[in-house]
């Protein structure tokens, strides 16, 4: 609902706003003790008194579930603790007889009454407005005030006063009520007096906050009436604020040193177009001090109740960031790349906490299709959710357009009352396919080209089977520049083997028996755009690393390689989601991974590999043909290219 930005404005804001000035008092030194010595003195905050309340928006307008993000409001505002919470009106639906009336009246006052400190009704066209036979002359005014209190009245609260008005009375010349009739919005004699006297009886104080439904002060189709009342304000000298809801978007007003706040929404219908212009579901928080005022805008679902961490919640939080679906099955796409395939997709629930999950499959190849096109599901602690989707593509050659299908899953945490969204992550839909070169002799010299931001391209674990015993893992790279941590070809993460060239250093890991066997030699720096072939070997009895064929480092090593079911990542590292990371600047070619330890001594790399009987992967750099890389192995295990990866002709 919100942007980041606007979450950390409304941190801010709220740290600026708890925090007093910080001007020194005296004695200081009843009021700073250290033992200490510091020629910093540190400032001392100011002790004037001060309170703070919240004003709620309009509740109506939009769907039933508004009342959730009613709630949910609630339930922040009980965080944080004020003195006490005004509304600004559309409590209810409305619009409608007695009965209806009666059974919004009871859900709205339900929700309010759940919080810990007092709230304050103020009545809006929906809360008052009849719809249906045997109408009252007064439409909803004697329900709203039998079941919510009068329609204007005004407290002291540590001396200052909150006066609500009410801005849809009856027309005294037509007998309706019309809020879009200019001429309706101007205010009885009857509460004309009352705000007369109220000014009167609040002159000593220090501010005077008021809340009416309708901001009667943008004029127009608002009446011309309001000028007059500003006067009264005026006149009075402390009327510091005015609350107003109606239009369910912010706006701010300021005239003759008077703010005017018009609310959004809690609840009410909200489009959200623009939520950092204040379309948004939202409650202020105001602090007042006898010299001044500040207002903060909160939109609801920002207010995190500490108390709420506790050490399970926080470990299952961790827990479900990488959580994945299980898919069983592999989708396959025939000769002109079409596809009817079903797969089997289990969800489950890892933790000791309840969770809500939605699996939503999608690509932004628009040419999929997918039968259910989402899941929605709670899940116990430990519980599974198993669903079979279907995946369809028509038949199509491929095109720059062409994109791999896969899975969105999104989960929140049901802990304490409390809601912990988990970000959402996509995960892959396995694809089987036959891909054949476009042309056996290249016509120019060609290599995958990587920014080092987000490019490089994933080899599934499933799809690369590398068994135990020896391995060499090579290419060539031509590096534009060089991070302090680089992967080149990595399938790693406390497992598994990986080629490095982190700082311009390279260096060659595999994990045996229980730890790396690294081999690394410091004094090796490679160079900057010129070709450099690399070698990572294991023979059973060591771990070596050679550059332009030359022997550079060696450590001994035995044991089985650990294993692990994360991708192969070309031109990156491996992170535990199965991403990309540490990524690799420049063009990377021939890349061969192979069940054999190729290399004894030192050699004279050849510039283009053929495959062999222990060839498992091996890449040429050729062509993109859709989103794949061709492996020209016997295994077809096609890498997809990730962010801008592209083959090109090599620089």
């Known amino acids: 609902m919100t942007s980041p930005e606007i979450r950390v404005a409304c941190a801010l804001a709220g740290a600026l706003l708890l925090c007093a000035t910080a001007t020194a008092q005296e004695p200081r030194a009843e009021r700073f003790v250290t033992d200490r010595e510091s020629p910093v003195e540190i400032p001392l905050t100011d002790e004037a008194p001060m309170f703070q309340f919240a004003v709620f928006g309009d509740r109506t307008g939009g769907p039933a579930e508004g009342v959730k993000v009613l709630a949910e409001a609630v339930g922040e505002v009980n965080v944080i603790e004020p003195d006490l919470v005004m509304t600004v009106g559309d409590l209810v639906q409305g619009y409608n007889a007695q009965p209806e009336w009666m059974g919004q009246m009871l859900e709205f006052r339900g929700i309010m009454d759940r919080l810990v400190m007092p709230w304050y009704p103020v009545a809006g066209n929906h ?7 045997d109408r009252p002359p007064l439409e909803h005014e004697g329900d709203y005030e039998t079941h919510f209190g009068p329609l204007w009245y005004a407290f002291e609260h540590k001396d200052c006063w909150f006066v609500a008005l009410f801005s849809d009375e009856t027309n005294p010349d037509t007998g309706k009520k019309e809020f879009g009739n200019p001429d309706n919005h101007r205010m009885s004699p009857a509460q004309t007096a009352f705000l007369d006297g109220v000014l009167e009886r609040t002159k000593g104080a220090k501010h005077v906050f008021v809340f009416l439904h309708h901001p009667r002060w943008f004029g127009g ?10 006067d009264k304000f005026v006149k009075a000298g402390n009327v510091s604020a005015v609350f107003a809801g109606h239009v369910h978007r912010m706006r701010y007003d300021e005239r003759d040193g008077i703010a005017y706040y018009t609310l959004a929404t809690t609840g009410g219908s909200q489009g959200g177009e623009v939520p950092r212009a204040g379309n948004l579901h939202h409650f202020n928080l105001v602090t007042v001090r006898d010299d001044g005022v500040a207002v903060a805008t909160i939109p609801v679902g920002q207010v995190m109740d500490h108390k709420a961490l506790t050490q399970e919640v926080v470990a299952a939080a961790g827990t479900l960031s990488g959580m994945q679906p299980t898919i069983d099955g592999v989708v396959r796409l025939d000769g002109r790349f079409a596809a009817d395939s079903r797969v089997s997709v289990t969800l489950r629930n890892p933790t000791d906490q309840t969770i809500e999950v939605t699996a939503t499959p999608d690509s932004s ?3 999929w299709r997918f039968a259910p096109d989402h899941v929605h599901v709670k899940l116990g602690p430990g519980a599974r959710h198993e669903f079979p989707l279907r995946v369809l593509r028509a038949a199509e ?5 062409f994109a791999m ?14 809601r912990i969204e988990i970000p959402a992550r996509d995960h892959a839909i396995p694809v089987d396919v036959t891909l054949t070169a476009s042309r056996t002799t290249p016509d120019e010299e060609r290599a995958l080209s990587l920014d080092g931001r987000d490019d490089w391209a994933i080899v599934q674990s499933d799809a690369l089977e590398i068994p135990d015993g020896p391995l060499t893992v090579e290419g060539w790279l031509k590096a534009d ?3 302090n941590r680089v992967g080149l070809i990595a399938k790693t993460e406390g497992s598994e083997f990986g080629i490095f060239v982190s700082g311009s250093t390279p260096d060659f890991s595999v994990h045996l028996a229980g730890s790396y066997r690294t081999a690394k030699n410091v004094d090796v720096k490679l160079a900057t755009g010129e ?12 771990v070596r690393l050679y550059v332009d064929g030359s022997l550079r480092a060696r450590v001994p090593g035995k044991g089985k390689r650990t294993r692990n079911d994360l991708p192969l990542a070309l ?11 540490s990524p690799f600047h420049g063009e990377l070619d021939e890349v061969r991974i192979s069940t054999v330890a190729r290399y004894a001594e030192d050699f004279t790399p050849q510039r283009r590999f053929e495959p062999d009987a222990q060839t498992v992967l091996l890449l040429h750099m050729d062509d993109n043909l859709g989103p794949w890389l061709l492996d020209s192995s016997s295994r077809g295990s096609h890498p997809v290219r990730h962010g801008g990866a592209w083959v090109a002709p090599a620089r």
């Not at 050659?397 to 357009?401: F, P, R």
């Not at 299908?405 to 409390?418: E, K, M, Q, R």
């Not at 990572?536 to 060591?542: K, L, R, S």
């Open 531 to 542: 070709w450099i072939h690399l070698a990572g070997v294991f023979d059973g009895e060591e």
């Open 365 to 367: 190849d628009p040419r």
């Open 397 to 401: 050659d491929l095109d720059g357009a």
């Open 481 to 483: 520049s060089y991070a």
């Open 571 to 581: 031109g990156a590292d491996v992170a535990r989601n199965g991403q990309g990371t």
């Open 127 to 133: 809360d008052v407005y009849w719809r249906g036979p």
């Open 221 to 230: 189709r608002y009446g011309n009436h309001w000028d007059a009342v500003h």
């Open 405 to 418: 299908p896969g899975i969105t899953l999104g989960c929140d945490l049901l802990a304490g009352g409390s």
